[in-house]
């Protein structure tokens, strides 16, 4: 075999055969918080198994056209000095096989796959599960829960086993609402409400991000969705109705003062039962109970409150916090230092 055969088989052949092999008996499910591979409820797993009954029908069609071509590679090569084979056209059992081939092929990924459409869009009445409200802003996300009284950000909490019933706007371009495992994704546009439901049905913290190019800090628009049992529910929902707690002693004193005054973070930001009424910014009712700060990106400790108050455009650059903090308002070490405490005891 001459060697440029050897390499057109190499490609076509061997690798994409070890590239199956490994996913199929490497298992290949990696541990991965935005792995599709390891979804959980009903939607996520519909759409894996989707992707399942899909795969192996490429897989299928892939080794009986590659053999095809293996086989007349081999069976037929070119020898000196012969001349061109007979040429055929029209025929008939030919034509018609190829023909129906494909269609049966499309039938059998047809039928799961609208099916699955179908069950997806199925969307529940709203009174027969959890309404959340999701309003996409550059890039950050906002939840409310109108039945429940409660606006949060970037963290969703939902009730283990229960259908929950996300409508979807956006305030400025077009964003897409996905959460790996549980499923998605579907465009949040403007003017315009989508509507997608999902339910998990393992409690735990599961990652979601922003799937539509929206702008400079799109990769940084993520959220968190937090599967709780409906106890820890019932008991998240209390705490988010309840007023902000009120700021205890020393720094954090200071820092409601610096919140409420030179700061001027009450122009964009909302703390309930304070002057702080602002709705440009993430409501901070009880951003201390949230696990992360700035749509998802860093872990909500002091130190990376510090960090995201001292330079939010350095963390998230283009962010609309960046503004005016650290460009028209200048804060000192010791001013972000109290914030920071003020900010982390809103629980
Ligand atoms: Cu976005």
């Given at each position: ?116 459409l179908?069950?997806?869009y ?20 906002e ?29 400025d ?8 495992k549980l ?44 599967v ?18 009120a700021?205890a ?10 919140f ?24 901070l ?52 230092g ?10």
């Amino acid at each position: 075999m001459r060697p440029h055969w050897l390499l057109a088989l190499i490609a076509a052949i061997v690798l994409p055969g070890i590239f199956v092999a490994w996913m199929i008996w490497g298992g290949y499910e990696p541990n991965l918080p935005q792995s599709t591979f390891q979804a959980d409820g009903p939607v996520g797993k519909l759409q894996k198994d989707l992707f399942w009954i899909i795969f192996w029908s490429a897989t299928v069609i892939f080794v009986v056209i590659e053999g095809i071509f293996v086989y007349a590679i081999f069976r037929f090569p070119r020898r000196p000095n012969q001349p061109i084979p007979p040429q055929t056209h029209g025929h008939q059992t030919l034509e018609i096989g190829w023909t129906i081939a494909p269609a049966i092929v499309l039938a059998v990924v047809a039928v799961p796959t609208v099916s699955a459409l179908w069950q997806i869009y199925n969307v529940p009445e709203e009174k027969a599960g959890l309404a959340i409200e999701v309003r996409a802003h550059q890039w950050w996300w906002e939840f409310k829960y109108p039945n429940q009284g409660v606006v949060t950000a970037n963290e969703v909490h939902m009730p283990v086993g229960t259908r929950v019933h996300f409508t979807l706007h956006s305030d400025d371009v077009i964003h897409s609402f996905w959460i790996p495992k549980l499923g998605g994704k579907l465009d949040v546009i403007p003017n315009h409400s989508n509507v997608i439901w999902l339910q998990g049905d393992e409690p735990g913290e599961y990652y979601g991000q922003c799937a539509e190019f929206c702008g400079e800090a799109h990769a940084f628009m993520r959220f968190r969705a937090v599967v709780d049992t409906q106890a820890d529910f019932d008991k998240w929902v209390a705490a988010q109705k309840a007023p902000a707690s009120a700021a205890a002693t020393g720094a954090a004193t200071t820092g409601e003062a610096l919140f409420m005054g030179k700061g001027a973070c009450t122009a964009c930001h909302t703390v309930a039962g304070t002057n702080a009424k602002g709705v440009i910014g993430p409501n901070l009712t009880h951003v201390g109970s949230r696990t992360t700060i700035a749509a998802g990106i860093m872990p909500n400790d002091h130190e990376n409150l510090v960090k995201w108050l001292s330079d939010p455009g350095g963390i998230k650059p283009g962010n609309k916090m960046a503004t005016v903090i650290g460009k028209s308002i200048k804060l000192t070490p010791d001013e972000v230092g109290a914030l920071a405490t003020y900010v982390q005891g809103l629980k």
